[in-house]
Nanobody
Framework: QVQLVESGGGLAQAGGSLRLSCAAS?????????MGWFRQAPGKEREFVAR????????AYALAVKGRFTISRDAAKNTVWLQMNSLNPEDTAVYYC??????????????WGQGTQVTVSS
């Protein structure tokens, strides 16, 4: 009922920037709605990157990306962005957009995008 479409992945040089977007369509969550980004690097487990609440816009980030990545959203367009600055090769991964509801402090990520490849060269 909710479709997430990602774009903006690609190749960047170390120290460069990329901006990912994720557009949501279909049914919209009424309350405690949030969207987030996860990533999975080659040979590693999927990890949390960032998330944002839809109503208040409060954010949370993984330690590895704090100060370099910024998550934002446009409620009118049902779109979330991930601005990635100061990229390094360790950021190379498939990045996934997710959406869900917060329950008792934990987001239930029920919807996922198809993933977009981000490659950072040294």
């Amino acid at each position: 009922q909710v479709q997430l479409v990602e774009s903006g992945g690609g190749l960047a040089q170390a120290g460069g920037s990329l901006r990912l977007s994720c557009a949501a369509s279909g049914r919209t969550f009424a309350s405690n709605y949030g969207m987030g980004w996860f990533r999975q690097a080659p040979g590693k487990e999927r990890e949390f990157v960032a998330r944002i609440s839809w109503s208040g816009g409060n954010t949370a980030y993984a330690l590895a990306v704090k100060g370099r990545f910024t998550i934002s959203r446009d409620a009118a367009k049902n779109t979330v962005w991930l601005q990635m600055n100061s990229l390094n090769p360790e950021d190379t991964a498939v990045y996934y957009c997710a959406a869900g509801l917060r329950s008792s402090g934990t987001y239930l990520w029920n919807y996922w995008g198809q993933g977009t490849q981000v490659t950072v060269s040294s």
